[in-house]
């Protein structure tokens, strides 16, 4: 399991919606009714998504938690939400009998603490060789440690693992 320490140094992004409002509106509003010293956060980057919206990079879910929090209370119509950053992984050479539950199981023994909503399987579906191919989507950390080990074993097989640049419309 992630310790304390652990958790709070994974960079997790807090999004607050413009809702009709400018970037520079938006920025103004929560930089001038959100204290930051008071409620203990520090933003490590801040940015402009496609959409408009406000994106900040803060160092934990609790501190996430912290923002988002402050933000709805300081305007009452904010909506804001929590993300981690997240990467596509692909599986492939993986056992015909191996089902979407195995897989997730079997990753969820690789690194412990890890829940079920942690990996979302975005596809799994046979291959030519008879064996199959999985497209994941799970936290950037797992991710990068998947592809720096790059085999995993699933069943009986060692699967060959390598992690892919994500699209915006999968996270």
Request: hydrophobic letters at 40%.
């Amino acid at each position: 399991m992630l310790g304390e320490e652990e958790e709070n140094k994974k960079m997790i992004w807090a999004i607050i919606k413009a809702q009709g409002r400018s970037y520079a509106e938006l920025l103004k509003t929560v930089k001038t009714n959100v204290d930051l010293d008071k409620i203990g956060v520090k933003i490590n980057k801040l940015r402009k998504t496609q959409h408009g919206d406000l994106l900040l990079e803060v160092p934990g879910k609790e501190n996430a938690t912290k923002l988002t929090n402050a933000v709805k209370i300081a305007n009452s119509e904010a909506e804001a939400v929590i993300k981690s950053s997240k990467v596509v992984i692909h599986i492939t050479n993986i056992d015909a009998d191996i089902t979407g539950k195995d897989l997730v199981g079997n990753l969820k023994n690789q690194k412990e603490g890890l829940q079920d909503e942690d990996i979302k399987i975005l596809s799994l579906r046979p291959m030519l060789s008879g064996s199959q191919a999985a497209t994941l989507l799970v936290g950037k950390e797992m991710g990068d440690n998947l592809d720096k080990i790059g085999k995993l074993k699933i069943g009986w097989t060692s699967c060959v693992v390598k992690k892919t640049r994500a699209c915006s419309e999968m996270l």
